[in-house]
Structure formats: C-alpha cells, structure tokens
C-alpha cells in the first residue's frame, strides 16, 4: 500500500510538474515552420476579423474554442490581445491555449499534492487546497501575459533598427539612379530577418491591391504599433512623386531613427550602470561589517588584544 501511495505521489507531482513546465517554458519554433513564417504573406488585422480561419490542430482549436468563449463573456479583449500578438507573430489561440495550460496546471497542482497527503495518513484542510488551487490557477492562467509587454517592445525596437537600415539602403540606390519602386523593393531583398520579411510582404501586398507603398506600410505600422513607419508613410505622401524631396525625406528619417535609437541606447546602459551600484554597495557594506565584528569583538572581550 505505501509504494502505491509513493508512486501515485510521484507520478501526481511529476504531471503537475510538467504540465507547469509545458505552460512556463517556452518552446523552440522548428526551423521548417520559422522559414515557412517568413516567406508566407501577412494577413492585415481587418482580414482577420472577417476570416479568422483557425488552424487545425488541436491545439489551435482548443484555443480558438477557448477565444470565443471568453470573448463571449467579457474576459478576454481580443482586439488588443491581437495587435500585440501581431508583433510577435504569434496566433491568438496558441496564446490563448498557453494560457489555459498554465491555468489547469495551477488548478491541478495543489489538488494532486493534497490527496497524495491524505492518502498518506497526512491531514491536510481542504479550505487551503481550494484558496491554493484558485490562487495556483489564476497565477498561471495570468502567466503567459506578463513578459508580453516586454517581448513586443523588443521586437518593435528590433523593427526600428531594421527599418533605419532598410531606409540606407534606399537611399543608396535612389542616389545610384535607382527608381522608386525598384530601390524600395531591392532593399528589402537584400535584408534578413522577420523586419525585411514584413517589409517585402507589405511591398508584395501593394504590387498585388495596386496601392502605394506608402499606404501598405502606414497599414503595417498601425498593425505592428510602429509610429516611425507611419511618419515616413506622411511624410512620403507629402514629398510627392519627386525623386530628390523622397530621397531627401528618407534620409532625414533615417538620421532621426538613429539619433533616437542612440539616445535609447545610452539611456538604457545609464539604467543598467544604476542598477549595478546596489550589489557593489551591499558587497561594500558587508565586507565593512565582516572587518568591523571582528575589530569590534576583539576590542570588547578581555585578554584578546595583546
């Protein structure tokens, strides 16, 4: 009966364990799927909401599931949970389904720990299963959102720096001799990365609706929440069709995105020299204290100072 209980105990925790684990960590993105992501074309917020069009795995249908159910009800915004995924490149039922993960893992966890206990002859209040499996749930439920804010502002501040670069190159190739469309378009070719691929998805888009360029990348800076993309889309708009003003603006946009994108930096190695006085200062402190007892010590009891 007692190895029951222990392999029951054992084989509780490790589930909770794991599934804890599963909705914490995050997992790698194939290499085949990453490539396929970045070749595919984008979908615009707009097309989404008319055609959501949910995967079909079953996890992306549990999510999706899930979505409309708590839309339905009033928890969940997914409006503004979308934008931000955008960024990410991220669907919102992944997001969704992480989430209920971590909820049921917090759910599960204490319940699994309490009647292991209780089959162990160990009393354990069910008041305090209860508050710890909702507080355990709740946690976890919330988990997945909160380096969100964090991981979209990375990924925005990567696109500026991406953009900067894009923005060289064309007006390299414009002051080469180079045509609009074709230095907007051979510039992105020449970039890596999920900025360069959003660029040469957008250029794709205004090729295929017969629209601007200009238009295309004021829709993706409203969808990605870049605010430089969409200046450079007004100010493009009004320098017009002249080749010298839109070389003129660009690299005047171009220098700006630089000199903000330097003042960050220096802000933020400002911030991280500021953050590391405190451990230099507590190690001070301590060592003062350490060489202190022992003087201290040694001048308050007799006989020890020669």
Do not use: C
């Amino acid at each position: 009966m007692t190895v029951l209980v222990i392999a029951a105990a054992g084989a509780g925790i490790g589930l909770g364990v794991f599934l804890a684990a599963r909705a914490i960590l995050p997992r790698p993105v194939p290499l085949a799927a990453a490539l396929a992501d970045l070749e595919r074309p984008r979908r615009s917020l707009a097309d989404l909401a008319a055609d959501p069009a949910p995967g079909t795995s079953i996890t992306e249908r549990i999510g999706a599931a899930a979505v409309g159910f708590l839309e339905a009800a009033g928890l969940l915004d997914v409006g503004g949970l979308s934008r931000r995924l955008r960024t990410l490149g991220k669907p919102v039922e992944r997001h969704v389904y992480e989430k209920l993960l971590g909820g049921i893992a917090g759910l599960l966890l204490p319940v699994v720990f309490g009647l292991t206990l209780t089959a162990g002859d160990v009393t354990v209040s069910p008041a305090f299963i209860v508050l710890a499996a909702v507080a355990l749930g709740v946690g976890g439920f919330m988990w997945p959102d909160l380096g969100l804010a964090e991981q979209v502002e990375r990924r925005r501040r990567d696109f500026r720096h991406s953009l900067s670069a894009y923005l060289d190159l064309v007006t390299i190739i414009l002051a080469g001799g180079g045509g609009l469309e074709s230095a907007l378009q051979t510039a992105a070719d020449l970039g890596d990365g999920w900025a360069f691929a959003e660029i040469r998805a957008a250029l794709r888009t205004a090729r295929l609706s017969n629209r601007t360029p200009w238009d295309v990348f004021d829709d993706l800076g409203a969808e990605l929440g870049i605010d430089e993309l969409r200046e450079l889309a007004a100010s493009a708009h009004l320098a017009g069709d002249h080749g010298a003003r839109i070389r003129a603006s660009l690299a005047a946009k171009a220098d700006s995105m630089r000199a903000n994108q330097t003042a960050a930096i220096e802000a933020q190695a400002e911030a991280a020299t500021e953050k590391m006085l405190l451990p230099v200062v507590t190690l001070v402190v301590g060592m003062i204290l350490f060489i202190g007892f022992g003087v201290v010590q040694a001048i308050a009891t007799p006989g020890t100072v020669p």
